[in-house]
């Protein structure tokens, strides 16, 4: 069985270290693990690995195969990407190297210009933006409220995420009126707004 994990190499003493799994960067270089007992690297960016076969054919070997397998199958993040905890749901995702939280998977990602639907009311909403903050830390200081405490948003989680929002009628004005929703309150939709 061949292991495929993420590292870093110090580039001054050639040496192999784990890479915490949740803050790393590792420029597109995986250890695989070989059934000999002998780990490789594999640098799929450049599509070379350290294993007697590769260096002397030059061919691609199995183990550059097996880091693509792992990829293409998401079980380990591509180059650039790194893995994360989604600030939403928990699950674990792929982010950008470089990104800055809050992460989110793919189910629960709004972007800026995203129209999604209010749950409660069925209007439809253009997302301005995620908050780092969940709802029972976000005040409405028009009513001196949190989002959470809010009775319209009694029945979603506390501890959602609060999404910045915009009613589709007012996105043509200048500057929009934004509204604090918890996260679970809405619902993706497939549709987006262009100019925002």
């Given at each position: 069985?061949?292991?495929v994990?993420?590292?870093r190499?110090?580039r001054?003493?050639a ?28 640098d799929?960016?450049?599509s070379?690995?350290?294993c ?5 054919r ?39 190297e ?16 995203d ?11 253009v997302?301005a ?5 969940r ?25 959602d ?10 996105v ?15 619902a993706?939709t ?7």
């Open positions: 069985m061949i292991t994990s993420l590292f190499v110090d001054t003493t040496s192999v270290a784990p890479v915490n799994r949740y803050s790393n960067h590792y420029e597109g270089r995986y250890a695989v693990d070989s059934h000999s007992g002998a780990t490789y690297v594999v799929l960016p450049e070379r690995c350290t007697p076969d590769h260096r002397i030059g061919e691609r070997c199995k183990h550059i195969r097996r880091v693509a397998i792992e990829v293409t199958s998401h079980r380990v993040p591509p180059p650039g990407e790194r893995r994360a905890r989604c600030a939403q749901c928990g699950v674990e995702t792929f982010v950008e470089d990104s800055e939280g809050p992460w989110l998977c793919g189910t629960c990602r709004f972007e800026p210009g129209v999604v639907l209010d749950r409660e009311t069925g209007d439809r909403l997302v933006g995620v908050t780092t903050r709802a029972d830390e976000y005040i409405i200081h028009a009513i001196d409220s949190t989002v959470a405490a809010h009775e319209t948003n009694t029945g979603y989680p506390d501890d995420l609060v999404v910045r929002v915009s009613y589709l009628g007012d043509a004005h200048d500057e929009p009126r934004t509204y604090a929703f918890p996260h679970s309150r809405l993706a497939d549709q987006r707004l262009l100019n925002i």
